[in-house]
């Protein structure tokens, strides 16, 4: 239970942080937080939690706006990258900037094992 | 250990994300980029997000309403002329920032900052034509004109009130452009709008082929050279009708001038990198009077063909302020509305093509240049020196050297280390004299037109505008009718600048200037119509010498033929001549090529089809007919062979166009030996076996295009109309639009220009006009208003354009207003 009260929380803050933050990589600082103060049992489920909740927030955050605009600009921006579709880039970037975040998440779980 | 495990778990986030923050070369930062919500996303609009908006300007005293329609075409109210001329250069850097930003940049040759070294010969060569120095004079000018700058100054102060007075942009409001290409906008200034304008210049007038007609002249025996570059024919059909009588002459101020005949050079000018890209731009305009159409009130046309790109050279807009009320095409960058109308008049252009750009060798004293022959004496030269910033290297410093004829622009480049640096071409010690670089006042033109009521404001408008050289083609409602082609046009002797002149002959120098009224004009012609397509302006009998590197021959025989047959014309007439497809050249080429072929039919071949299918042809270039390729195909491949002698790899040529091709081909016997292929020592090649083998070669190439796939034949996919996106990404872009034309051809859709802006304006009350472009009002590719238009343009749709009489009317249609107090 604490550990989906802490991941849903994570995605949460993490979502609002990216809103309301000019800072695009502020997502491995929140992960490294969550991971921090949540004290998850290994580190294999600190990077998992981390991944999830980085992974999650950027996808939501994507596809939310993405709805809004009919893929308009991330069709355009696929075809730029030479990526299959608009949501394989979305998938793409969410996923490397997930394991960015677990390990920082990883990171946090070192640190407090003392 | 466990340091080590978490130095490894913080290390790679944190080069990771050092990495992804900044860019590699031509690599953007991707994680500023991919942002979900300050990155690209937030270039994604949300489609229906389009509330009203109230901004506050009172710092700069503007107030005033902008009611945007469902095309997303602003119809700006200002309180008062300052306030309106503020909210265009708010309204259209909120739509196309990038583009303004792009083109001033392309013009003043700026590219290098942002693109790095490869575009380091392109901005050398923009600096050396003067660009920067042209719109400092034009800028000079406009200071001395109070009404004027103070439109600019409105126009400056509303594009930087959007950007930001310290450029408090944020990174998620640039245009993706911008983040793309990782650079910051910056503020807008006078000098940029002198810039865009000027590059129109360019745009339109920067071609010649003076160095080309001066090699040709040594290649070609003067009976060809005559035959193929002439200065008029006997079948041209000109702007101004043959009713008109020039009764002047070339007055005593001219005496002078017509003394001397301009010797070419008696030897080849020693450069091999040609110039002279055949021109593309082009464009058609007509006015009907009363007399000619079904509602009796005249109607004025116009469509400007120029290179086709998203965003769109041209916005939409509707500006109105008391004491005026206008609507139409603007260009962003430019305060006013080049191409329009309001409720009394509308007004078009379409290029002049008349050569305003001539070279002068130039003999300097010594290795200093600092001084040159004029006459008996030596006159000094001036520098001034270039400055190119480029991204990632140091910055390139150039001395250009300036005659009282203007820069020597081609020469051995000295950059800021010793080095030198190739310019693309080596016109050693020539210098260029260009009409673009005299201090002017287009924009006044503009402001004028935009204000005018009738024929005489009409006329005094116009006479400010200096270059590029137009045909201003001008309807009111009271009934006038008028074309000019103005200008600003030196007095030339016959043959001056047709090729490269001494420059150390005073004679040979520019004198004076045709005088306003002299230029070629007319109001209501007997025929009833006025029209324009880059013809010749006048037939011989006008007393001044002019030449061109390409009038056009076609478009303005099937216009003419059309409007002379027309009458009670309607706005649909007007629809299907705009986009006629008829393709004339086609006709008078197979009218020489056919008969030259051994009928393939006789024999069981593949050829036999296409040969049939081109004989029963009906000329029209249409999007889905297959014949209009078998001829493209034919056609290009029997050009090139006719003037193989001209494909030199060491000196500057340019080939006889299609008009006078065909004329050769008709005219010069079979075996000329301009046809005799020269590869070929031991063989004497006749037309009709170049004729023969191009055939031979066309059905052996459509054969192998039909092995991949039929329809790669449709005219459309093999011409192959892109609308590339002006940083030449294909993913911004409209690849292959599905539309019919070429050039030559009314409808002069081509590979990469076409019309630009079709506008229809039937001058009854109220005004009653259609228009349509290939783009969107919207420059974020991320809109669906970026491309919204293209398809429509592509098939021969048009919009009604509403010029509302007031903010009430333009209130009861709109989608969303922005209100500025």
């Known amino acids: 239970m604490k550990i989906i009260i802490s991941i849903v929380a994570g995605i949460i803050i993490c979502i609002i942080a990216q809103l309301f933050l000019p800072i695009w990589w502020i997502f491995a600082v929140i992960s490294f937080a969550v991971s921090f103060f949540a004290r998850y049992q290994t580190a294999g489920k600190s990077f998992l939690y981390g991944f999830i909740i980085v992974t999650v927030s950027w996808l939501s955050l994507y596809l939310f706006k993405d709805a809004a605009n009919a893929s308009i600009m991330s069709d355009k921006m696929a075809t730029l990258f030479s990526i299959k579709s608009n949501y394989w880039l979305f998938g793409i970037v969410s996923v490397v900037m997930g394991i960015l975040g677990g390990l920082t998440a990883m990171a946090a779980w070192f640190i407090n094992k003392k | ?821």
């Open chain 2, 1 to 821: 250990m466990r340091y080590l495990k978490i130095g490894i778990c913080l290390l790679i986030p944190i080069v990771a994300i050092y990495c992804l923050n900044r860019g590699f070369g031509s690599l953007p930062p991707l994680g500023k980029l991919m942002d979900p919500v300050n990155g690209f996303m937030a270039n994604a609009e949300r489609k229906n997000d389009l509330k009203n908006v109230e901004v506050d300007f009172a710092e700069y005293g503007v107030s005033g309403t902008v009611y945007f329609d469902d095309r997303l075409v602003p119809h700006v109210f200002g309180a008062d002329e300052k306030s309106m001329y503020f909210i265009q250069g708010y309204i259209t850097a909120k739509y196309r920032l990038w583009q303004m930003d792009i083109q001033t940049r392309a013009a003043a040759g700026r590219l290098s900052e942002i693109f790095g070294e490869k575009f380091i010969p392109y901005d050398l060569e923009q600096r050396r034509k003067g660009m920067i120095y042209a719109s400092e004079k034009a800028l000079a000018e406009l200071q001395k004109d109070k009404t004027m700058l103070a439109c600019v100054d409105a126009y400056t102060q509303g594009v930087n009130a959007f950007i930001g007075e310290q450029n408090e942009m944020s990174y998620a409001e640039y245009p993706i452009e911008f983040k793309l290409l990782d650079y910051k906008p910056e503020a807008w200034t006078h000098l940029k709008t002198m810039l865009m304008l000027k590059y129109m210049a360019s745009t339109l007038t920067g071609f010649d082929d003076d160095v080309e007609m001066t090699n040709l002249k040594q290649l070609l025996n003067e009976s060809d050279f005559n035959a193929l570059f002439p200065d008029y024919t006997d079948s041209i059909d000109p702007i101004i009708p043959t009713e008109k009588v020039y009764d002047y002459r070339a007055d005593s101020a001219t005496a002078n001038v017509a003394t001397i005949e301009n010797h070419y050079f008696n030897k080849v000018v020693d450069i091999f990198e040609s110039q002279h890209e055949k021109n593309q731009v082009g464009s058609n305009n007509w006015a009907l009077a009363g007399s000619k159409t079904k509602n009796g009130n005249p109607i004025l046309c116009n469509d400007p063909h120029l290179q086709l790109n998203l965003p769109s050279l041209w916005f939409e807009i509707q500006l109105s302020a008391p004491g005026l009320n206008c609507y139409g095409a603007s260009l962003p960058g430019a305060p006013a509305i080049v191409i329009g109308f309001n409720q009394n008049v509308a007004w078009g252009v379409t290029n002049a093509q008349v050569d305003v750009r001539d070279w002068y060798t130039i003999e300097f004293k010594d290795a200093q240049k600092s001084s040159y022959k004029y006459g008996n004496d030596w006159r000094n030269t001036t520098q001034r020196i270039e400055t190119i910033m480029v991204k990632d290297h140091e910055p390139i410093v150039d001395t250009v050297i300036y005659t009282h004829y203007g820069p020597i622009v081609y020469e051995e480049a000295i950059v800021s280390d010793g080095k030198t640096m190739p310019v693309s071409a080596n016109r050693v010690g020539m210098a260029m004299r260009w009409m673009a670089h005299e201090s002017s006042e287009e924009v006044k033109t503009f402001y004028l037109l935009n204000r005018a009521k009738n024929y005489d404001d009409y006329r005094e408008a116009i006479s400010y505008f200096s270059c590029p050289a137009q045909n201003f083609i001008f309807a009111a409602q009271d009934g006038d009718i008028a074309i000019t082609q103005q200008g600003k046009f030196p007095i030339k002797f016959k043959g001056q600048g047709k090729g490269v002149l001494d420059g150390s002959n005073p004679l040979n120098d520019y004198q004076t200037y045709i005088p306003f009224e002299q230029n070629p004009t007319i109001k209501n012609p007997t025929r009833g119509f006025c029209a324009s397509a880059n013809q010749h302006p006048t037939d011989s009998t006008y007393p001044y010498y002019y030449n061109s590197y390409d009038f056009e021959y076609y478009r303005n025989r099937i216009i003419n033929t059309s409007l002379t047959q027309l009458n009670a014309a309607t706005i649909d007439d007007m629809q299907a001549l705009q986009q006629n497809n008829f393709n004339l050249p086609a006709k008078e080429a197979l009218g020489v090529m056919l008969p030259l072929v051994n009928n393939p039919c006789r024999t069981e071949n593949g050829a036999c089809d296409k040969y049939k299918a081109l004989q029963e042809w009906d000329f029209m270039n249409d999007a889905e007919a297959i014949t209009p390729t078998y001829f493209q195909i034919w056609w290009d491949t029997l050009y090139q062979i006719i003037w193989d002698e001209m494909n030199s790899e060491k000196i500057a040529y340019t080939k006889p166009n299609n008009y006078f091709t065909i004329r050769a081909m008709r005219n010069f016997g079979n075996d000329h030996v301009l046809f005799d292929i020269v590869a070929t020592d031991n063989k004497k090649e006749t037309l009709a076996d170049l004729i023969q083998s191009s055939f031979d070669i066309m059905v052996k190439t459509v054969d192998s295009l039909t092995h991949d796939d039929e329809k790669q034949l449709a005219w459309y996919l093999h011409k192959h109309t892109n609308i590339m996106h002006i940083s030449q990404i294909p993913a911004f872009s409209k690849l292959a639009v599905n539309n019919g034309g070429y050039k030559n051809i009314v409808n002069a859709t081509s590979e990469t220009h076409g019309p630009s802006w079709r506008m229809i304006v039937e001058l009854s009350s109220p005004v009653n006009a259609f228009g349509v472009y290939p783009g969107g009002q919207s420059g974020n590719p991320g809109s669906k208003y970026f491309n919204n238009f293209v398809d429509d343009w592509a098939a021969g749709k048009y919009y009604p354009l509403n010029l509302y009489l007031d903010a009430e009317a333009a209130k009861k249609s709109s989608l969303f207003t922005i209100t500025f107090n």
